[in-house]
């Protein structure tokens, strides 16, 4: 089946600080790609999502581009702030019948 | 806009004790699923059901049974409870995709559950 594996956390930024987070897949055909983020004592919340190759998602700043050759969707935000604070998920299609596969997630800190 | 709705919010259990996670959704999807999440170990996903009147296993169902009761209701049982079912459970559901996964999952707040 597909795979996910992204950057291991915490990640612990400066306010107005550039964010990379690192997602790359594992995938049979060119299934959707999707990031999800959590805050808080929340369930997780799409943010973003791309469809097909070099597709862009964005929402909220954030933006991640699928990239075929290198099998990859990095979350970026140029300018983060302290309400960013959240633990962020990547995660696709599983290859079985309505399901999917997540990422084990990347903590994000964002201090004043 | 309720969305998905899980009840209760919190629950402390003693070992071997039983009860019902409780899971709507009022957004007319077709598929449901419930999941874990412990610390370090990401989303594991326990049960699902891709349309009503069908259920299937997920990564760890042991210990777990579920049930479709409609299209809205999907609840999560614990027979006789265990400390390693000590975690958060989420209720998601979503559209049904062209291609199987495709379309965004809609999570729940979480059920947080201990077991003595």
């Known amino acids: 089946g597909n795979s996910v594996t992204q950057m291991e956390g915490p990640v612990t930024l400066s306010e107005e600080a550039f964010l990379t987070i690192n997602c790359t897949y594992t995938?049979?055909?060119?299934?959707?790609l999707f990031w999800y983020v959590q805050y808080p004592g929340e369930g997780l919340q799409l943010l973003l999502k791309?469809?097909?190759?070099?597709d862009k998602g964005s929402n909220k700043g954030f933006e991640a581009t699928y990239r075929k050759e290198t099998t990859s969707f990095h979350l970026e935000k140029g300018s983060v702030q302290v309400s960013d604070s959240a633990v962020y998920f990547c995660?696709?299609?599983?290859?079985?019948?309505?399901?999917?596969?997540f990422g084990t997630g990347t903590k994000l800190q964002v201090i004043p | 806009n309720a969305g998905v709705t899980q009840t209760p919010k919190f629950q402390v259990l003693k070992t071997g004790q039983s009860m019902t996670l409780q899971c709507a959704q009022d957004?007319?999807?077709?598929?449901m699923y419930w999941y874990r999440q412990d610390p370090g170990m990401g989303l594991r996903l326990i049960y699902y059901?891709?349309?009503?009147?069908?259920?299937d296993k997920g990564e760890v169902p042991n210990g777990y049974n579920v049930s479709r009761l409609n299209k809205r209701e999907f609840s999560l049982r614990l027979e006789s409870a265990a400390p390693s079912q000590t975690s958060v459970y989420f209720c998601a559901s979503s559209a049904r995709g062209s291609q199987g996964g495709d379309q965004p999952q809609h999570f729940g707040d979480g059920t947080r559950l201990s077991i003595l």
């Open positions: 995660a696709l299609p599983s290859g079985g019948y309505q399901k999917v596969t």
């Open positions: 791309a469809t097909k190759a070099d």
């Open positions: 957004m007319n999807h077709n598929s």
């Open positions: 059901s891709a349309s009503e009147g069908t259920t």
């Open positions: 995938a049979t055909g060119y299934p959707s």
